[in-house]
C-alpha cells in the first residue's frame, strides 16, 4: 500500500501536544472521486474539537483532521468527467486534509482561479459555503435587510458580512471580544456597518438602535446558549435565524416562547460537514455560490468580497496554529502549508 505523511493524533485524540506528522495509507480515489495532491490546507473550529474526541468524522470520511485545502489533480477515479490531471483546484472533503494526499468527489472541487495563491484559496472553501449557506439558502438575505453576525472575526463570520454587503443588506452589524477585532472588521472593504463588543455591550440594545428599533431580520450565530435570550430580542418581525455552533454551550434552561410566536421567526440549525454529498455537490455548484466564487480575491486584491489571512503556518508547526486558533487569537483565517 502506497504511503503519504499526514498530521495525526497520538492516541486518537487528545491535547495539542498529541498531533505530530507521521506516515499513513495514501487514500486511493473511488468512482466518482479525485486524488488532490495538497499544498495548503485551511485550520476550523471544528478540527479542535475532533481532535478532543468531541466531533467524529461522519461514516466513511477519513479520520485524519481537515475539511478544505487547495491542490492540484493527481489521479482521477473512474467515472471522473470534470477535471484532468495537474488541474488547480480548492475545494471540501469529509476529513483527510491534514495529508499529503487528499480525496475529493469531483462536485466538491472549484478551479483555483490564476489571481488566488495556494493559501488564499485554501482559505475559502469551508468558510464561503458555510456561510452563504447560513445567510442565502436559509436566512434568506435580500437587498434593504439589517443582519447580525456573530464571531464576526472568525473565517466563517467575515464572509458571511461581505456576502451581507453585497446583497444588499442595509446594516451589517459584528460581535467580537476586543477592540482590535471589531476595529478590523469596520475597516474593510464591505466589512461590518456597525460593530458590537459582546463582553461589554448589549448586542440585542445595540441592533435596535442601529434599525431604528426593527431589529435584525437576519441573525448568524456560533454561540448558542449565552446568546440565545438577545438573539431573539434582536430579531425582527418575520426574522430568520441560523445556527451554526454551541461554543457557550447548548442548553437554554428557560425559553420564553412568545417572541418567536409573534414575532413569527424562523430558525434554523446547520451543520455542512454532516449533509449528504448531493446536497454538498448541490451548494457548491449552484449558480449563486459561483458567482460569489468570482467575487473573491486576496486581501491586497480589488475584489468585492475578500478573503483575509491571520497566519500561515508550515504544517510542521501545526500544534503551534491550533493553539493560536483556540487562544482565539486570529482575525481571518490560519492556514497550513504542506512542506
Not at 488547480?88 to 483527510?96: C, D, Q
Not at 426574522?239 to 417572541?259: C, D, F, K, Q, Y
Not at 457548491?284 to 480589488?302: C, E, H, L, P, Y
Request: zero cysteines.
Amino acid at each position: 500500500m502506497p504511503m503519504m505523511r499526514a498530521v495525526l493524533i497520538k492516541d486518537g485524540n487528545g491535547p495539542i501536544d498529541n498531533l505530530y506528522i507521521g506516515d499513513t495509507e495514501k487514500p486511493i480515489p473511488k468512482e466518482g472521486e479525485v486524488l488532490i495532491k495538497i499544498v495548503a490546507f485551511g485550520l476550523n473550529r471544528m478540527d479542535l474539537s475532533q481532535r478532543e474526541g468531541k466531533y467524529p468524522p461522519p461514516p466513511g470520511a477519513s479520520n485524519i483532521l481537515g475539511v478544505e485545502f487547495s491542490g492540484t489533480v493527481h489521479e482521477l477515479g473512474s467515472g471522473v468527467t470534470r477535471w484532468s490531471l495537474g488541474d488547480e483546484v480548492f475545494g471540501l472533503a469529509g476529513g483527510g486534509a491534514y495529508a499529503e494526499y487528499v480525496v475529493s468527489n469531483q462536485g466538491l472541487l472549484i478551479k483555483k482561479p490564476a489571481h488566488l495563491s495556494w493559501v488564499e484559496a485554501a482559505s475559502i472553501p469551508e468558510n464561503y459555503i458555510t456561510a452563504y449557506q447560513a445567510l442565502v439558502k436559509y436566512g434568506e438575505v435580500k437587498k434593504g435587510d439589517n443582519v447580525l453576525v456573530h464571531a464576526g472575526a472568525s473565517g466563517v463570520g467575515v464572509a458571511a458580512i461581505q456576502i451581507a454587503r453585497v446583497f444588499g443588506a442595509s446594516s451589517v452589524t459584528a460581535t467580537a471580544s476586543t477592540k482590535d477585532k471589531l476595529d478590523w472588521l469596520l475597516s474593510i472593504p464591505n466589512g461590518a456597518t456597525h460593530a458590537v463588543n459582546y463582553r461589554t455591550e448589549d448586542f440585542a440594545a445595540q441592533v435596535k438602535k442601529t434599525t431604528n428599533g426593527r431589529g435584525a431580520d437576519v441573525v448568524i450565530d456560533f454561540v448558542g446558549r449565552s446568546h440565545w435570550e438577545k438573539n431573539i430580542e434582536s430579531l425582527a418581525i418575520d426574522g430568520r435565524m441560523t445556527i451554526l455552533a454551541l461554543l457557550s454551550g447548548n442548553e437554554v434552561h428557560s425559553v420564553n416562547l412568545s417572541p418567536i410566536l409573534y414575532k413569527r421567526l424562523k430558525i434554523q440549525g446547520s451543520t455542512l460537514r454532516s449533509r449528504s454529498l448531493e446536497y454538498q455537490t448541490e451548494l457548491v455548484g449552484s449558480a449563486n455560490f459561483q458567482v460569489i466564487v468570482d467575487k473573491i480575491t486576496g486581501a491586497a486584491g480589488s475584489g468585492v468580497i475578500r478573503t483575509y489571512i491571520h497566519t500561515v503556518y508550515p504544517w510542521t508547526e501545526i500544534q503551534e496554529a491550533h493553539r493560536e486558533m483556540a487562544e482565539n487569537k486570529n482575525s481571518g483565517k490560519i492556514i497550513a502549508t504542506v512542506v
